[in-house]
C-alpha cells in the first residue's frame, strides 16, 4: 500500500504594482481559483510587512494564527527570492491542508 501524499498545492501569482521591476504583492489562491491569502510589501522594500488570510490552510478547519504563520513563511520565501518576477508559481506545500 502507498503512502498518502500530504500537502496541498498553492498558486502564488506575484503582481509588480509600481512597476519598479520587484514583486511587491502576491495573491495566492487554491487550485479552485479561490483567494486564500494576500502578502504585500507596502514600502517597497523587498519586505512583506502586510498580510490577509481568508482560508484554513492548516487543515484544522479554523482560521487562526497557525494560517497567518503559514503563509507568512512561504510568501516571506518567495519575497527573498531576488530573480522572482511576475507571474504564477505553483506551490506544493506539505504541511498544509484545506479545513
Not at 479561490?34 to 498580510?51: L, N, S
Request: glycine content about 10%; charged content about 30%; overall charge negative.
Amino acid at each position: 500500500m502507498k503512502a498518502e501524499e500530504k500537502g496541498v498545492y498553492i498558486y502564488a501569482n506575484m503582481l509588480d504594482l509600481n512597476q519598479d521591476g520587484k514583486v511587491d504583492m502576491i495573491s495566492f489562491v487554491d487550485p479552485k481559483g479561490r483567494g486564500i491569502a494576500v502578502a504585500v510589501d507596502r514600502h517597497h522594500d523587498g519586505t512583506m510587512d502586510h498580510i490577509h488570510v481568508f482560508q484554513d490552510v492548516t487543515g484544522d478547519g479554523k482560521l487562526d494564527m497557525e494560517d497567518t504563520k503559514l503563509i507568512k513563511r512561504e510568501a516571506a520565501k518567495l519575497f527573498r527570492q531576488a530573480e522572482i518576477s511576475e507571474g504564477q508559481i505553483e506551490l506544493f506545500i506539505e504541511d498544509a491542508g484545506y479545513g
